[in-house]
């Protein structure tokens, strides 16, 4: 089944965490950091994150550069790349700034059974995202290759890197890894439990390793590739 190929890129604290458990957001990457992931944005055709992360963070999911946006509007694409929200059940705030912002288009991909009843709700707020209902990861990035996606960016959170890299489904990982510990046992983790397609039998491809500041990136290619067609 034809799919992007899916890059999963996160920052994280030197013991996996990727918050900590107060009520603000914790600041884990650096504005070096923020830069690199701004060129990654610009060179994908959609970014993609959970309900979760965006009740959490209020992400925009934008290309930040001036100049990388006027590079996509110059080569015939929008200025910034399509928005994507996983959200099984529909009930994610159609007033989230993900919704609300940017010029590109936005999709909300959920559970057949919730599909009408989240059409209704973001059509009452006058919002133009696109309710697409979707029977798993699989369904989601046969969608997105059919709407011509073909670099897909997910960036969170950790219930979503969780399902990708249990299904198999990264081709390549990005981490940047701050330089401190969190130490709470309640902060969120980089992914949860799971049977992983990467586990101890079938380690993943150390591609890159790079100091940017004290922080370091680290790139993973898995060593046998899911097919993408």
Known sequence: MPRPYTLLSCAM??????????PERLRLSSPEDFDDVDELRAGC??????AGTVRADDPRLLVRSPER???????????????VVLSESGGIDPS????TTGDGAT???VDAGAHAAAERRFAEAGSGTELVAAGGLGAVLADLAARGV???????GTGVHTRFLTAGLA???RLAVAPFFVGQAEAPAFVGPGVFADGPDNPMRLAEARAL????ILRYLPQTPEPRR
């Open 96 to 99: 989230a700034r993900v919704f």
């Open 213 to 216: 500041g004290d922080m370091a």
């Open 171 to 173: 081709d390549e990982l």
């Open 13 to 22: 604290s030197l013991d996996g965490r990727i918050d900590d458990d107060g």
């Open 69 to 83: 946006r006027a590079r996509r509007l110059a080569q015939g694409r929008t200025a910034g790349p399509v928005r």
């Open 150 to 156: 073909e670099r897909l960016l997910v960036e969170g």
């Open 107 to 109: 999709l909300v991909y």
């Open 45 to 50: 055709d959609a970014i993609l994150v959970g």
